[in-house]
């Protein structure tokens, strides 16, 4: 496991601020700025169960170590940020974090497998302004293009890479299902509050590039369907209560009933 250095949480709060137009200090005092608001996405190896390890960096053994506590209760002062992408336990998670006071909408933690163990798995992650306050992260699961079936004398890049994902399979000491994860862990879309208004001037989110992003869902008959999660009811994930801020939709194609 790791941590984080004081150092560094500076600096993360640094570019934070360089996001937002608004924020809250230590203090909980609200803090406006001259910054247009961004999203922020947060990628890191470590994820939020595995950064509570004490050892000293023994290239800066004077930097304070700090864990999962303090580091929630700094992007929590930050609307904007909507996800963490994250791995280290070699596992597919989705998970919502809400934030239990109220004054952030929340984000997702997306957790991905690894290339060198079972599923052998990695992730698309899309941002989508769905132009009714809320925002979609649609987090799809990738693998590579390996043959499913093995030929164990083919000894080509994907040859190879077949033969890596059987063996990952079979290996002994870890549960290929665990790893692989839940339904609610692979092919997903995760909804939230978005966290400030895309079409104000000076926003640089979806739609200030031209509304390329945005435009992608559409309106009327080219926007997608909605499928009746209804943000202002409590739903769980995970054992994890959203309060609202979280959700996530399943899509009905069309030929479901």
């Not at 996001?19 to 470590?46: E, P």
């Not at 549960?175 to 208004?197: H, I, Q, S």
């Not at 640089?204 to 080219?222: C, D, F, H, K």
Request: no cysteine; net charge negative.
């Amino acid at each position: 496991d790791g941590s984080i250095g004081e150092e560094q949480l500076a600096w993360l709060e640094a570019r934070l601020i360089e996001a937002h137009g608004r924020y809250r200090d230590n203090g909980g005092t609200v803090v406006t700025t001259s910054h247009s608001d961004q999203l922020v996405v947060l990628f890191s190896h470590h994820n939020l169960g595995t950064i509570e390890n004490p050892s000293p960096d023994p290239f800066n053994p004077d930097d304070r170590r700090l864990g999962s506590a303090a580091l929630l209760a700094l992007v929590r002062r930050f609307p904007n940020v909507i996800a963490w992408v994250n791995g280290h336990t070699h596992v597919n998670r989705v998970n919502p974090v809400p934030d239990p006071t109220g004054a952030t909408g929340g984000f997702w933690e997306i957790t991905t497998a690894a290339h060198v163990d079972y599923p052998e798995h990695a992730r698309i992650v899309e941002v989508l302004d769905n132009r009714d306050g809320t925002l979609s992260i649609f987090a799809t699961v990738i693998e590579h293009a390996a043959p499913a079936q093995v030929a164990y004398d083919d000894f080509s890049l994907l040859g190879l890479a077949s033969i890596s994902r059987e063996l990952s399979a079979n290996d002994p000491q870890v549960n290929p299902v665990d790893k692989l994860g839940k339904p609610t862990d692979l092919n997903v879309e995760l909804v939230l509050r978005a966290p400030f208004d895309f079409g104000a001037a000076g926003s640089r989110g979806p739609q200030s590039s031209g509304g390329t992003q945005g435009s992608v869902r559409g309106t009327g008959a080219e926007r997608l369907p909605d499928t009746g999660t209804d943000l202002r009811l409590p739903m769980v994930l995970g054992g994890a209560a959203a309060a609202g801020a979280l959700a996530v939709r399943r899509r009905i194609e069309p030929s479901e009933p």
